[in-house]
């Protein structure tokens, strides 16, 4: 156990001694902040009819498909944030590879599998902290704007804040999964061109191309993307699904999540972690 213990402080100071974790931070708030609050200040607008339909071509029915609107700028943070704990998580595994820093490492703490289970535990808060940032522009803004329209923020509603723990869950997950993918994928390089790729083209082409039917929409259901958004309980990606088939329950979302990270991780302790590093 001290060991175990002494590997996540470590873990911690690898982290918070580069300036990598605050920069991806303040460009996710950022970010999330401005896609929250502009995409509020449009339907809160259309809502409440501060701005005419016509003048955004919706034809009078800019919502009809949307149901209640806090939920789906809420979960912003998660259904486009997420790849930001994906990219810190991979970031923080290959950067071990990269920079030779598992060779002092493994000296000191020889037993591997606690090596990466600290590193794991370590990410999966650090990922939970990317969530809080991440909702911080989300509710924060997306809530004060909508406030500002006249629309309920539902701040008081129990269903809200049930999403937003479990959006800091799924953050969290998606850490998991990024220490994961940098074990499974060492190349530093290689790992940021997957993780980028993966959830801003292949994944959601995926979505799209399986909801037209209801048979591949059921399996679309498992992909990471759509798990993640089963855990959180809204999307604005789960709204439009043409095909209306049922998503995932927000627990089976969640363990989906998980065997995702486990599998990678699992895989990769096998293949990469176990070689010799120098």
């Not at 003048?55 to 943070?77: D, E, K, M, Q």
């Not at 937003?164 to 940098?182: E, F, K, N, P």
């Not at 061109?193 to 993966?198: E, R």
Request: net charge neutral; hydrophobic share 55%; proline share 4%.
């Amino acid at each position: 156990m001290t060991s175990f213990l002494r590997s996540i402080a470590a873990e911690f100071a690898k982290i918070f001694t580069t300036r990598l974790w605050w920069i991806l931070a303040l460009v996710l708030f950022g970010y999330i902040g401005l896609l929250a609050g502009g995409l509020a200040a449009l339907f809160s607008g259309l809502q409440s009819g501060v701005i005419s339909p016509d003048t955004v071509n919706t034809g009078g029915g800019a919502l009809s498909g949307f149901g209640s609107l806090p939920p789906i700028i809420y979960s912003f943070a998660s259904s486009v944030g997420y790849v930001f704990p994906v990219l810190i998580g991979a970031l923080a595994t290959t950067g071990e590879f990269r920079h030779q820093t598992l060779t002092p490492t493994f000296l000191a703490i020889p037993r591997r599998g606690v090596v990466l289970g600290a590193k794991t535990v370590t990410l999966l808060l650090v990922g939970a902290a990317f969530g809080l940032i991440a909702l911080a522009a989300s509710v924060g803004i997306g809530g004060g704007v909508m406030s500002a329209f006249g629309v309920d923020a539902l701040l008081l509603d129990s269903e809200t804040w049930l999403l937003v723990a479990r959006s800091v869950l799924a953050m969290a997950l998606w850490a998991a999964i990024g220490v994961g993918l940098g074990v499974l994928v060492p190349n530093q390089v290689a790992s940021i061109v997957i993780v980028l790729a993966f959830t801003q083209f292949v994944e959601p082409l995926l979505r799209l191309a399986a909801s037209f039917l209801e048979v591949t929409a059921k399996i679309g259901n498992f992909l990471p993307g759509a798990a993640s958004d089963a855990l959180v309980g809204a999307s604005i990606f789960t709204v439009m699904n043409p095909a209306g088939a049922a998503p995932l329950d927000w627990w089976q979302g969640g363990l989906v999540l998980l065997g995702y990270a486990l599998v990678a991780t699992v895989i990769g302790y096998a293949v990469s972690w176990k070689k010799d590093v120098s």
